[in-house]
């Protein structure tokens, strides 16, 4: 909120999140505690992304390292699930097309997969990566905070600015190399920065609500559409990997059509809505953030 110094709420924000993503795999479901822990990770790396610098490369590094393998240690179970979801919702909608039952075998294969992935991750795993959380909002609460000369932070816009800028080329960069490469790692890759630039600019929406608002809607349009996209590349490649998981060869390869023609559609969606987001330079984009964060902190 603004009238909240920029790096003290940044530090709030993350230890919430983090809070949030012990709570979510000690007391929700498992599979949907692990959805939503695997949420907050994110965007407590997307807050280490916007104070890099003023963190330090070393003290960046070794955190959002520690983040990353959390996330990665109870990963396989969402990912499992979402496949098993991603066979049902093709099936319904192209169910005047198919044979009734076509992906019957490959859906029942999936969800004895999930189980499998789903026992591993659970139980020892999970009081391993709440150990990790543990642990991280610990030093993430003694974060130092630097003192101006009057004895309050002397913070302003140019904390985080560097690190918008650099979420911003990154994702503006990896846009022209998924449209560059059209591979699934490519558009991957950029779905991440995409992920991490919404997460940002919900963190100051309240500067220009319209203005900004209109930017998260997009943002969340994109990280959705590059979601979905990142879910049938991922079947296509475990039907590649692993034909028997559905061993009809005809009904493998009509999957593995349907599955490419979806994902073109999500690309192509997509290019409108990333061309406008990412239109503007990195440099311009950060100094007109910086003109919406002066204008609105001395009302503050």
Do not use: C
């Not at 987001?277 to 919406?292: D, H, I, K, N, V």
């Amino acid at each position: 909120s603004g009238g909240e110094f920029l790096a003290a709420g940044l530090q709030r924000i993350s230890l919430e999140q983090l809070d949030y993503a012990v709570g979510a795999l000690t007391g929700m479901r498992i599979d949907i505690g692990i959805h939503e822990a695997r949420k907050s990770l994110r965007r407590v790396r997307a807050v280490l992304r916007l104070v890099r610098d003023p963190l330090g490369d070393r003290t960046y590094r070794a955190e959002n390292v520690a983040l990353r393998d959390a996330g990665r240690l109870i990963g396989g179970s969402r990912d499992a699930t979402v496949m098993v979801e991603t066979v049902s919702g093709l099936a319904f909608l192209y169910r005047d097309l198919l044979v009734p039952g076509a992906f019957d075998v490959l859906r029942s294969h999936l969800l004895e997969r999930d189980k499998l992935i789903r026992r591993r991750v659970s139980g020892e795993r999970i009081d391993e990566v709440v150990l990790a959380l543990t642990g991280a909002r610990d030093r993430f609460a003694a974060w130092p905070s630097r003192q101006g000369p009057s004895g309050t932070l002397d913070e302003g816009f140019s904390t985080v600015e560097s690190g918008f800028r650099r979420v911003y080329r990154r994702g503006r960069n990896r846009m022209a190399d998924a449209y560059r490469e059209e591979t699934p790692e490519a558009f991957h890759v950029w779905r991440k920065r995409v992920r991490y630039l919404r997460f940002q600019m919900t963190l100051v929406e309240g500067m220009w609500p319209g203005m900004q608002r209109g930017i998260v809607k997009d943002l969340a349009y994109l990280a959705d559409a590059l979601g979905a996209e990142h879910d049938l590349a991922e079947l296509y490649r475990l039907l590649d990997e692993e034909p028997e998981m559905l061993p009809d060869e005809n009904a493998r390869h009509l999957l593995q059509g349907l599955l490419l023609r979806n994902r073109t559609r999500l690309q192509a969606a997509a290019h409108p809505v990333g061309a406008r987001l990412y239109a503007e330079a990195p440099r311009a984009f950060t100094q007109r953030l910086g003109t919406y964060w002066e204008a609105w902190r001395p009302a503050q």
